[in-house]
């Protein structure tokens, strides 16, 4: 996007394109890349499950206590994300917390202000990688690309037999968002992706399911009144009751 519109029109093979970036911009960090990569050897990151924009974000301010994150005045609220100003605003934030996180514990040991050329030195293995797709991991601006191994990839189906209009319409949406490979099949969804779409799907559809389970037990128990009378029903409930509170 930004090459196209503050540039000049995209190159006409992949390879042009790399070498026209690297000729433009030098260097280019990609904060999901990083915070990807670094999560798995980072015992500050270990525990991060999403790497989008806000909720990386939000994960690296909670890190303030463990690594003494600098403080940098900031005016952050949800109503601005993806205003492309702002956007840029944060990530320049994610960006020097990724690399004070990184910096930490080396330059702690030695009891040695961190500066930014510390914070440039830690990230500069992962300097032109770029995450685009699910189909490959990366986009090696100065290199191969390395693909994604089909084990890396996983599919969920989710069913819409059961679900209202509304309903139907609110997960539809959930799906379009998740940049996942999204087919269409009868009665649900079919989605292509890895683990961490997947969970971030299933976690924004969770409230639903819920929802959709309690409108099953309510019918169930509205069949059941029907049948067996009150008195039953207010037994049955008072059982079920019981047993969840000794479980």
């Known amino acids: 996007y930004l090459y196209e519109k503050f540039l000049e029109p995209l190159p006409k093979t992949l390879n042009e394109y790399k070498t026209k970036m690297i ?12 915070a990807k990569e670094e999560k798995n050897i980072n015992k500050y990151l270990a525990d991060l499950k999403y790497t989008s924009l806000k909720e990386l974000f939000d994960f690296l301010k909670q890190k303030q206590n463990d690594v003494d994150l600098p ?7 949800s109503e601005n994300y993806h205003n492309a100003g702002y956007d840029s605003y944060v990530s320049a934030q994610i960006f020097i917390y990724l690399c004070h996180i990184i910096s930490y514990d ?9 500066y930014f050329n510390h914070y440039m030195s830690s990230v500069k293995k992962h300097a032109n990688k770029l995450c685009i797709s699910i189909n490959s991991k990366l986009m090696n601006l100065e290199g191969k690309e390395k693909e994604v191994h089909q084990s890396q990839l996983n599919q969920k189906r989710f069913e819409l037999s059961r679900c209202s209009l509304q309903e139907k319409i609110a997960i539809k949406h959930i799906l379009y968002d998740c940049k996942s490979k999204v087919e269409k099949q009868k009665n649900g969804y079919m989605i292509t992706g890895d683990c961490e779409s997947l969970k971030r799907i299933e976690d924004k559809i969770k409230p639903l399911n819920a929802k959709l389970d309690e409108n099953d037990m309510l019918e169930k128990v509205t069949r059941t009144a029907l049948v067996l009378g ?18």
């Open 23 to 34: 000729s433009k911009f030098d260097s280019i960090y990609d904060t999901k890349y990083i």
């Open 71 to 77: 403080n940098i005045s900031s005016l952050i609220s």
């Open 106 to 114: 080396i330059m702690k040991s030695i009891d040695k202000k961190i």
């Open 230 to 247: 009150p008195i039953t029903v207010i037994g049955l409930i008072a059982s079920n009751l019981i047993k969840n509170y000794w479980k």
